[in-house]
């Protein structure tokens, strides 16, 4: 794997976090391949680029601040394919930001190569850890 390819995949991996927390949805829309599969366990499933960015919109309009932070990236590239497994640490406020949620957890991806770089074609989220957090 070419240091190119994994900074790219790590790059897409940070839009991600990046276009939820800012809520900036069409550079979020630039993580996915159009008929993405997106399965998060209890939190739901999406197929299509637009039921992510729909479900991702509604849930995070309504929240205070947000804090995605995606770490421990590795990613096994073959040809035109990759693998790749992050951690998430994710804090997500209420809107007046006195309490929240903080899930921790981890991602396996899978991503294409296309003509306008990376994209997460399938992901899967594990559930690590659901905490409270602040008042109430």
């Known amino acids: 794997m070419s240091e190119q390819d994994r ?3 790590g790059d897409v991996q940070v839009r991600y976090a990046t276009g939820i927390d800012s ?6 829309r630039t993580v996915f391949t159009e008929d993405c599969e997106l399965d998060y366990g209890e939190i739901g499933t999406w197929h299509g680029v637009d039921a992510v960015v ?6 995070h309009d309504m929240a205070g601040f947000t804090l995605h932070r995606i770490t421990n990236t590795v990613a096994v590239v073959s040809g035109d394919t990759a693998t790749a497994r992050a ?3 994710a804090l997500i406020m209420s809107q ?10 981890f991602y396996d991806d899978e ?3 296309t003509d306008i ?6 992901r899967r989220f594990t559930t690590v850890l659901v905490r409270t ?4």
């Open 23 to 28: 809520r900036d949805w069409p550079l979020f």
């Open 96 to 105: 007046d930001n006195a309490s929240g949620v903080n899930a921790a957890g």
């Open 133 to 136: 957090v602040g008042a109430g």
């Open 87 to 89: 951690y998430i640490d």
């Open 7 to 9: 900074r790219a995949i």
């Open 111 to 113: 991503l294409v190569r």
């Open 117 to 122: 770089g990376w994209r997460i074609h399938r």
């Open 54 to 59: 729909d479900f991702m919109t509604a849930a």
